[in-house]
């Protein structure tokens, strides 16, 4: 018996897989392979993680590309369906107005440092009460991360993890987690200027964490033993490479990386 082609697959199938293959070979591939999987493409569900490059002029994207267009196309393409994005280094206000508006059924949120940092971040905290499904937010050089997490506090009942790196965690940010944020089950602050002493009140206040990593920080060692002990019962908690004090860097000027999150190794999850 000869074999079912791939163009004769299940609508439904092969949406299901589509929707994996992420947004570079979503756009540029899969709908020239055959007319059936053109058409799958146009499916809404196809897009529902919209996961873009954080550089894109290093990815497979036309240079000649209007990159607002791209992200506006594509969510229009999700139809109010998307549950995970992840924007691009050079959206402008408009654009990520624009992308959390049109996208209320958001689990999961990252926002490059290039977004917040440099084009606006006050912008961030006023968007919150559209986002009353995210789950997850993964921020880099955040402004105002008190009042971000005042408004996912009063908005956002499914909130379970917060992402920050390459930050200087105030007492005032660490205070508002331990009490605005007492049933988060991950919280990653990598690569962040963060006391110790605000770490206890973090640790003291956060009881129901499975997931933490506070590696590569400054403020406080990896080998302290109350700190340790106040994280004895979280599942998986990470603190090495932290220092009370930067004795390479000139100033806290380190590198931006990705987080390692409760969801997964890459920050996005694992399904």
Known sequence: MEGRKWEDMETDCLVNILGRVGIE?????????????????????????????????DSRFPWSVNHGGLVKGAVNRSQRSATRLALPDDCSNEDIIYALEECPSLKLLKLPSSVIYNRGGFIIPSMINKLTNIETLMLQFSRDLEEIIAQISLHCKNFIQL????????????????????????????????????????????????????????????????????????????CEGSCLYDDYYDGFGLCSRDVDCYYGSDGYGDD
């Not at 591939?29 to 954080?54: E, G, M, R």
């Open 25 to 57: 070979s979503l756009a540029l591939d899969v709908p020239f392979v055959c007319k059936s999987w053109y058409k799958a493409t146009h499916n809404p569900l196809c897009w529902q993680s919209l996961i873009f490059p954080s550089d894109l002029e």
């Open 163 to 238: 992402s920050v790196a390459n930050d200087n965690i105030s007492s005032d940010a660490a205070i508002a987690i331990a009490t605005l944020l007492p049933n988060i089950k991950g919280l990653a602050l990598r690569r962040c200027e963060l006391q110790r002493s605000d770490l206890v009140i973090i640790l003291n206040g956060c009881k129901k964490l499975e997931y933490m990593d506070v590696s590569n920080c400054i403020g406080f060692e990896s080998d302290d033993a109350e700190i340790l002990n106040l994280a004895s019962h979280i599942t998986t908690f990470k």
